[in-house]
């Protein structure tokens, strides 16, 4: 039976950046598809800020194409990236303590709303989403854990297609990350990673491996596709060295570190 056609969501092609003499990213071809839950696996310093960064407008490429729905944009800031359905959660909190939480979202939201209809969709998306804010609690008395809730939300607020998060899970408890990764609500997540405990939290996996100034090659395989030729780890580990090579268990492989 042939495969079903993906829904490309994003597809971007020969992506060059780079800074002075430093190659961040070399020729980069990846798809994503709509329904999936996509990681960009990769050592410190391998060029997956960069990447999403670019999608999200924050930084421009050197050359190369991104095409969302089939429709070729530039993406010269993050207002265009939003307007275009793209939501970014940066590896860094970007939260006023002295402000509420319900007040850090409304001042970053395009649209302004009532303070009273912001209180409300937090509320809202936290019980959707199972990570629960009190959104009228100062952020200066929340927990690191609290905070990162908070910028997950705060982008949920701008209602993306596609969900970017850089490193996302480290704060985050084991039922939060499980949560996060149900991906049962219509959202298209990339998420970044230098390691993968949470890689074992969905059956809707994708993983692509990136190298630090290396041709990218897109591994693109769904993490339980019956059809895989031998684990998905195995397959990564022949293309990035940020794998281990002698784990080719899920649950047991770890990653080097810089």
Known sequence: ???KELDILLK???????????????????????????????????????LVKIFYGVLQPDSGSIEIN??????T????????????????FSLFPALTVAENI???LDNKIKFSEVVNKITKLSKEWELFVDPLKLVSELSVGEKQRVEI?????????LLIMDEPTSVLTPQEIKNLFKNDKDKLIVFLTAGYPEINSTEKLVLTAVESGADMIEIGIPFSDPQ???????????????????CHTPGATRTRTL
Do not use: W, Y
């Not at 800074?19 to 071809?29: L, R, T």
């Not at 800031?77 to 939003?82: E, L, V």
């Not at 939300?153 to 297609?161: A, F, K, S, V």
């Open 228 to 246: 895989a030729d031998g684990p998905v780890i195995q397959k990564a580990s022949a293309r990035c060295s940020c794998i281990s090579h002698t």
């Open 12 to 50: 971007a092609r020969k992506i060059c950046k780079s800074f002075g003499n430093f190659v961040a990213n070399q020729n980069i071809d990846i798809s994503i598809a709509k329904g999936q839950i996509h990681a960009l696996l990769g050592e410190n310093g391998a060029g997956k800020s960069t």
């Open 77 to 92: 800031s993050p207002n265009i990236a939003r307007k275009n359905g793209i939501g970014m959660v940066f590896q860094h």
């Open 70 to 75: 089939k429709q070729r944009i530039s993406i």
């Open 1 to 3: 039976m042939p495969k």
């Open 153 to 161: 939300i705060r982008c949920l607020m701008q209602n993306p297609n």
């Open 106 to 108: 409304l001042i970053a």
